[in-house]
C-alpha cells in the first residue's frame, strides 16, 4: 500500500467541496462586509458626522476592540455614554494633565536657576 505524502493531502485539503465553501464563505463575509460598511455610512449621514472622522484613529481601535469581541457585542447604552464612559475619559484626561503639571513644574524650577 502506497503512503500518502503531506504534498497530495494538502491538494486534497483544498481541492473539491472544501474550495466551493470556501468560497461561498468568502462571498458571504464579503456581503456582510458590505452591508456593515453601509450602515456605517448612513449612521454618519444620519447623524451628522463629518466624513473625516473616519480619519480618526480612534474609529479603528474601536471596530477593532468590536471585532475582537466577537458577534456578541452590544454597544453602550445613552446613560453609559453620557455619564460612566465620559466620566471615566475625564478622569483619565485629568491623571494625564496632572503628570504633564508636575513636568512643567519641574521645567520652571529647573529654568529659574
Same mark, same amino acid.
Given at each position: *500500500?502506497?503512503? $500518502? ?23 458571504? %463575509?464579503?456581503?456582510?462586509?458590505? @452591508? !456593515?460598511?453601509?450602515? $456605517? !455610512? ?6 451628522? $458626522? ?7 484613529? /480612534?474609529?479603528?481601535?474601536?471596530? @477593532? ?15 453609559? $455614554?453620557? @455619564? %460612566?464612559?465620559?466620566?471615566? /475619559? *475625564?478622569?483619565?484626561? *485629568? ?5 504633564? %503639571?508636575?513636568?512643567?513644574? %519641574? ?7
Amino acid at each position: *500500500m502506497k503512503e $500518502i505524502s503531506s504534498k497530495d493531502k494538502e491538494k486534497r485539503a483544498t481541492s473539491g467541496s472544501e474550495s466551493i465553501q470556501t468560497t461561498l464563505n468568502q462571498l458571504l %463575509k464579503k456581503d456582510i462586509r458590505e @452591508e !456593515a460598511c453601509r450602515q $456605517i !455610512a448612513r449612521f454618519f449621514y444620519t447623524s451628522a $458626522i463629518p466624513f473625516n472622522y473616519v480619519k480618526n484613529p /480612534e474609529f479603528l481601535k474601536a471596530f @477593532e476592540l468590536v471585532a475582537k469581541h466577537g458577534p456578541s457585542f452590544k454597544p453602550s447604552s445613552y446613560h453609559d $455614554i453620557k @455619564e %460612566k464612559h465620559l466620566k471615566q /475619559e *475625564m478622569d483619565q484626561t *485629568m491623571n494625564l494633565l496632572k503628570e504633564y %503639571k508636575l513636568e512643567w513644574k %519641574k521645567k520652571r524650577l529647573f529654568n529659574n536657576v
